[in-house]
C-alpha cells in the first residue's frame, strides 16, 4: 500500500515538473517571439524615420531643456497665464463631464442589452457586444477629424468622439460587472409581473450601481486627457491653446508651461477626488 501512494506520488511530481518544464519552455519561445518583433519594429521605424534614432538621441533634451530655461526666466508671468488659460481648462472638463455622462448612460443601456440572464433580446446578445468592440476600437482622435471635416472645428466634435469610445468602453466594463449580479431579485420581479425596465431598475441596478459609478469616474480621468489631446486638431480646449502656443515657438514658452502645470494640477486633483469617491463607493466608507 506505502509503495503504490509512493509510486503515485512519484508519478504526481515527475508529470508536475514535466508540466513545468513545458510552460517554462512556452515562456522562453513566447518571450523570444516578442523581442524578435521588437528589434525588427525598432529597425524598421528607424529605418523609416526621418533622421535616425541613434544619430539624433544627444538632442533629446535640448527642446524640454530650452521650454524649460525659458519658463524659469519669465516664472512671474505663469501665475497670470494660469489664470488666462483657466477658461480654457473649464471647457476642456466640460467636454469630459458631458461625453463621460452620455458614455456612462449608453454604456449602461448596451451593457444590459448584452448580458446573459438579463438581455431583453436574447438573440441580439452578439450584435450589441460587436457594436461595442466597434465602439472601443475606432480612436477618437479619428472620430473627431471626421467630425470637425462635417461640422468644423469647436468642443461639439470632441465631446461626441469622447462618447462615442466611452459608450464602447463602459459598457464592456459594465457587462462584467452585470454578469456578477444576483438573478433572484430579477426573478422575483419578473414572477410579480414586472417589465424588463423595471427589473432592471429594482432588482440589478442597485446591486452593479457602484461598481458602474467607479468605472465612470475612472473613465472621467481618462477622458479629461483625451480631452486635451483632441485640442490638437481643433476640437477646443486647452489642448488647442497648448498647440497654438507650441507653434509660436520661442517666446511664447512661458505659455506652454503655464498650460502644462495647469493641466498638472488638474489631473492630480481629479484623480485624488475620483479616488476617494470611487473608494467610498465600493468599501461603502
Not at 57 to 73: G, K, L, M, N, R
Not at 113 to 140: H, N, Q
Not at 159 to 169: E, L, R, S, V
Not at 170 to 183: M, P, Q, T, Y
Given at each position: 500500500?506505502?509503495?503504490?501512494a509512493?509510486?503515485?506520488?512519484?508519478?504526481?511530481?515527475?508529470?508536475?515538473l514535466?508540466?513545468?518544464?513545458?510552460?517554462?519552455?512556452?515562456?522562453?519561445?513566447l518571450?523570444l517571439?516578442?523581442?524578435l518583433?521588437?528589434?525588427?519594429?525598432?529597425?524598421?521605424?528607424?529605418?523609416?524615420?526621418?533622421?535616425?534614432f541613434w544619430?539624433?538621441?544627444?538632442?533629446?533634451?535640448?527642446?524640454?531643456?530650452?521650454?524649460?530655461?525659458?519658463?524659469?526666466?519669465?516664472?512671474?508671468?505663469?501665475?497670470?497665464?494660469?489664470?488666462?488659460f483657466?477658461?480654457?481648462?473649464?471647457?476642456?472638463?466640460?467636454?469630459?463631464?458631458v461625453?463621460?455622462?452620455i458614455?456612462a448612460?449608453?454604456?449602461?443601456?448596451?451593457?444590459?442589452l448584452?448580458?446573459?440572464?438579463?438581455?431583453?433580446?436574447?438573440a441580439?446578445?452578439?450584435?450589441?457586444?460587436?457594436?461595442?468592440?466597434?465602439?472601443?476600437?475606432?480612436?477618437?482622435?479619428?472620430?473627431?477629424?471626421?467630425?470637425?471635416?462635417?461640422?468644423?472645428?469647436g468642443?461639439?466634435?470632441a465631446m461626441?468622439?469622447?462618447?462615442?469610445?466611452?459608450?464602447?468602453?463602459?459598457g464592456?466594463?459594465?457587462?462584467?460587472?452585470?454578469?456578477?449580479a444576483d438573478?433572484?431579485?430579477?426573478e422575483?420581479?419578473?414572477?410579480?409581473?414586472?417589465?424588463?425596465?423595471?427589473?432592471m431598475?429594482?432588482g440589478?441596478?442597485?446591486?452593479?450601481?457602484?461598481?458602474?459609478?467607479?468605472?465612470?469616474?475612472?473613465?472621467?480621468?481618462?477622458?479629461?486627457?483625451?480631452?486635451?489631446i483632441?485640442?490638437?486638431?481643433g476640437?477646443g480646449?486647452?489642448?488647442?491653446?497648448l498647440k497654438?502656443?507650441?507653434?509660436?515657438?520661442?517666446?511664447?514658452?512661458?505659455?506652454?508651461?503655464?498650460?502644462?502645470?495647469?493641466?498638472?494640477?488638474?489631473?492630480?486633483?481629479?484623480?485624488?477626488?475620483?479616488?476617494?469617491?470611487?473608494?467610498?463607493?465600493v468599501?461603502g466608507?
Amino acid at each position: 500500500m506505502t509503495d503504490t501512494a509512493s509510486a503515485r506520488s512519484g508519478d504526481i511530481r515527475a508529470d508536475y515538473l514535466a508540466h513545468a518544464r513545458q510552460r517554462q519552455m512556452y515562456s522562453g519561445i513566447l518571450l523570444l517571439v516578442f523581442t524578435l518583433l521588437m528589434v525588427s519594429g525598432f529597425q524598421l521605424a528607424d529605418a523609416r524615420n526621418a533622421g535616425g534614432f541613434w544619430t539624433g538621441i544627444h538632442q533629446f533634451f535640448d527642446f524640454p531643456s530650452e521650454v524649460v530655461s525659458e519658463a524659469i526666466a519669465k516664472a512671474g508671468n505663469l501665475p497670470g497665464l494660469m489664470w488666462t488659460f483657466l477658461p480654457s481648462l473649464i471647457e476642456t472638463i466640460n467636454i469630459a463631464g458631458v461625453a463621460t455622462l452620455i458614455g456612462a448612460c449608453g454604456g449602461a443601456l448596451l451593457s444590459l442589452l448584452s448580458t446573459r440572464g438579463l438581455a431583453r433580446f436574447p438573440a441580439l446578445i452578439p450584435v450589441f457586444r460587436r457594436l461595442m468592440d466597434a465602439m472601443r476600437a475606432i480612436p477618437e482622435i479619428v472620430i473627431a477629424l471626421v467630425l470637425i471635416f462635417l461640422l468644423g472645428g469647436g468642443p461639439v466634435p470632441a465631446m461626441i468622439a469622447i462618447a462615442f469610445h466611452t459608450t464602447g468602453a463602459l459598457g464592456k466594463l459594465f457587462s462584467e460587472v452585470s454578469e456578477n449580479a444576483d438573478r433572484k431579485p430579477v426573478e422575483g420581479l419578473a414572477s410579480a409581473g414586472a417589465s424588463w425596465s423595471q427589473s432592471m431598475w429594482l432588482g440589478v441596478l442597485p446591486q452593479v450601481m457602484p461598481n458602474w459609478l467607479s468605472y465612470a469616474l475612472l473613465r472621467f480621468e481618462i477622458n479629461v486627457r483625451a480631452s486635451a489631446i483632441l485640442g490638437f486638431v481643433g476640437s477646443g480646449g486647452i489642448g488647442y491653446d497648448l498647440k497654438t502656443a507650441m507653434q509660436w515657438g520661442q517666446g511664447r514658452y512661458d505659455q506652454v508651461v503655464a498650460i502644462f502645470l495647469l493641466l498638472f494640477a488638474t489631473i492630480v486633483v481629479i484623480d485624488q477626488v475620483s479616488s476617494h469617491f470611487r473608494h467610498k463607493l465600493v468599501k461603502g466608507h
